[in-house]
């Protein structure tokens, strides 16, 4: 297991091993080296162990946001960021879902950023209800706003902008309670819009459908904010369905390529219970079966004792 | 009462809303079903466009949640969440938002946010999704909620999606595009906006419920039109596609 902050070395340690084995390419690695330096993410994505991944990518007090809009939430992340015991996580995400739920009720975050806390179609995330109403099972700060404006946020990080602006919030209470709400006025018209801070997380975890050895990503169906996200954050760890020798190109497949992700894990079934298109349905009656799991502090211990012993 | 529930009523006279419409921005729960059920009844061509980003989504079964994987595969096209709020809600393209909400007051304002104090609320809602931006920017909104005394209320303590505010003028005032809720349909009846005052008042009401019957479960002093209608009872196909839909038991609000 890793600790600390092991990124910068496992990568010049792998990239040595490369040029000990083909010491021809020696100069061309420096001036990658020296002509990357100034980005973030300036070599292939590792591929890792989910438990690698998390270990090394997600530290206690990091913001980090688990993206997937419905489609392809990478569950099974979550539960690892819950098994290797992460604490005061701001976690940030749209629709905090399950997923957020079950990260909420196990203590890891200290803070939430957000814009629609249900569990859809089904009724309310109680864990979410029981830390903001009870402060159960510890305080947990909350920052809260529309889609359009997480959104926004997230283009703005991925654009490497402080802000966004939009047509958004107007008349409503939302932004009395949320200091990365504001009024912009437009330099070319005058008129008064809104403008939200840009999300810049430290890691961002997705699932996706694919990804090659070289670990290029390639999702589809609805893909959400994730491709926003990744590239707002500082790091990235993409679990994926499969590991494919090469991509097979696909229309509207969003494709991440290997050098904006940090690391991908081997993780099928890493969405479930929602979905991965392709792959497997959202699981319904899950979403269903996680209310009353959830409902009650007692039942979801036990949940928690089973997927921490897993 | 005749063989449909007051549910049914509610969404099949929802559904009605929808003809001639081109395009509708879809909310979870029961605008979900309501909508859904216009394409198969009212208005067949009916654009569905759900926030996850499917545009002209024409799901075979009741979608549990606005992503489920049949909308992405049936839909048009498929774009971003940015994409979605950004090219196609924000300019004012949708003709109607449909909605639904834990609160409405009498001017149409929404709170699906937190009943009592923010920062140590009686009771967390889910909170605001796309409403805000769907209630500004569409050409009009429709809301649809069971007709409830702690549902219909006299104020918000809190307004996450604005309808019309304090009263005329306002969402003028603050240059929303969108003419704001047209419509609350409930399981009693249909309430719409006073011209002059922006109070929603009584049009209609569903067949079999008494007037006082509405009147108690509004949570303010509610105006009865003059021309109040009796709502027409659903129609034979109407109750079947809706069951035929209706695999979950219609939704959640």
């Known amino acids: 297991m890793y600790n600390g902050k092991p990124r910068a070395a496992s990568y010049r340690k792998s990239m040595f091993i490369i040029i000990d084995a083909h010491g021809v390419w020696f100069l061309g690695w420096l001036l990658n080296e020296c002509s990357y330096s100034a980005q973030t993410g300036s070599r292939m994505a590792e591929l890792v162990s989910l438990a690698e991944g998390v270990a090394e990518l997600v530290h206690d007090g990091d913001a980090v946001a688990l993206e997937g809009f419905t489609h392809l939430i990478p569950v099974a992340a979550g539960q690892e960021i819950i098994r290797q015991g992460r604490r005061d996580l701001t976690l940030i995400r749209m629709t905090p879902d399950i997923v957020y739920d079950q990260l909420i009720g196990a203590g890891c975050a200290a803070r939430l950023v957000f814009s629609w806390g249900g569990n859809p179609g089904v009724g309310s995330l109680h864990r979410f209800r029981d830390a903001v109403e009870n402060a159960w099972p510890r305080p947990i700060e909350i920052e809260e706003h529309s889609h359009a404006g997480m959104a926004n946020r997230y283009v703005a990080g991925a654009s490497g902008l402080p802000f966004a602006v939009l047509r958004g919030y107007v008349g409503t209470d939302i932004a009395k309670h949320t200091k990365t709400v504001a009024t912009v006025t437009c330099p070319f018209t005058g008129e008064a819009l809104t403008a939200v801070a840009a999300l810049n997380p430290d890691v961002a975890v997705i699932h996706a459908q694919r990804a090659d050895r070289r670990g290029n990503v390639q999702l589809w169906g609805i893909t959400g904010v994730q491709k926003e996200a990744v590239l707002a954050a500082a790091r990235s760890l993409v679990t994926v369905e499969e590991v494919v020798d090469e991509l097979e190109p696909r229309p509207g497949a969003v494709v991440l390529p290997g050098w904006v992700v940090t690391a991908v894990a081997h993780v099928p079934r890493g969405a479930h219970p929602s979905y991965a298109q392709g792959y497997y349905d959202r699981d319904n009656d899950y979403y269903q079966s996680w209310d009353p799991i959830s409902r009650d502090r007692e039942t979801f211990g036990r949940w928690l004792d089973e997927v921490t012993a897993a | ?253």
Not at chain 2, 70 to 81: K, N, R
Not at chain 2, 159 to 177: E, I, K, N, W, Y
């Open chain 2, 1 to 253: 009462m005749s063989g449909w529930t007051a549910d049914e009523m509610m969404t099949v006279t929802a559904a009605r809303s929808l003809a001639g419409r081109t395009s509708c921005f879809v909310g979870i729960g029961l605008p979900s079903t309501a909508a859904n059920l216009a394409r198969r009844t009212s208005n067949p061509n009916l654009a569905l466009i759900y926030e996850s980003g499917a545009i002209g989504a024409k799901p075979t079964t009741l979608p549990l949640s606005i992503g489920d994987g049949e909308l992405g595969e049936t839909a048009d096209a498929v774009v971003s969440v940015p994409e979605i709020f950004n090219y196609w809600l924000q300019p004012g393209r949708v003709d109607v938002g449909f909605l639904g909400a834990a609160q409405v007051d009498r001017r149409g304002n929404i709170n699906t946010t937190v009943i009592g104090d923010y920062r140590s609320p009686a009771v967390r809602l889910p909170g605001a999704g796309g409403a805000p931006e769907i209630a500004a920017s569409c050409r009009e909104t429709i809301v649809v909620v069971r007709h409830r005394p702690r549902t219909l209320v006299d104020r918000l303590e809190f307004v996450t999606s604005l309808g019309f505010g304090d009263g005329p003028g306002d969402r003028a005032a603050l240059g929303l595009r969108g003419r704001g809720p047209i419509r609350l349909i409930t399981d009693l009846g249909v309430l719409e906006p006073d011209p002059s005052t922006c109070e929603l008042t009584l049009v209609s009401i569903h067949p079999g419920v008494e007037v006082e019957a509405v009147r108690a479960a509004t949570g303010w002093p509610l105006t009865v039109r003059a021309d109040l209608r009796v709502t027409e009872e659903p129609t034979v196909a109407e109750l079947a596609a809706l069951r035929s839909l209706t695999t979950r038991g219609g939704g959640v609000a």
